[in-house]
Nanobody, 113 residues
Framework: QVQLVESGGGLVQAGGSLRLSCVAS????????VGWFRQGKQRELVASIN?????YYHDAVKGRFTISRDNAQNMLALQMNSLKPEDTGVYYC?????????WGQGTQVTVSS
């Protein structure tokens, strides 16, 4: 069972920044997929990175969010800049390992206008 623990959420004013972190209980080096989903009105994929370090970003966050991972620390991060009220939601870290998808417990991000 892979455990994922997120941190770094909070309340921020529009235009501000937050950095989310997700620590995995084991190596994500070989994971074909690691990413962040956001639960607002619907759950949507915000950003992801694959084992070849190719990244994906939702159109709404391109140029503002940066996903990265530190394989030595088993950590995934999401740097969020120029935050907007529509970025508000619960952010979930997720990965696929051993043919299964695992989720963290989520961290709340609230952006005030």
């Amino acid at each position: 069972q892979v455990q994922l623990v997120e941190s770094g959420g909070g309340l921020v004013q529009a235009g501000g920044s937050l950095r989310l972190s997700c620590v995995a209980s084991e190596s994500i080096l070989s994971a074909p997929f690691v990413g962040w989903f956001r639960q607002g009105k619907q759950r949507e994929l915000v950003a992801s990175i694959n084992s070849a370090d190719n990244t994906y970003y939702h159109d709404a966050v391109k140029g503002r969010f940066t996903i990265s991972r530190d394989n030595a620390q088993n950590m995934l991060a999401l740097q969020m800049n120029s935050l907007k009220p529509e970025d508000t939601g619960v952010y979930y870290c997720t990965t696929v390992l051993y043919g299964r998808q695992y989720w963290g417990q989520g961290t709340q991000v609230t952006v005030s206008s």
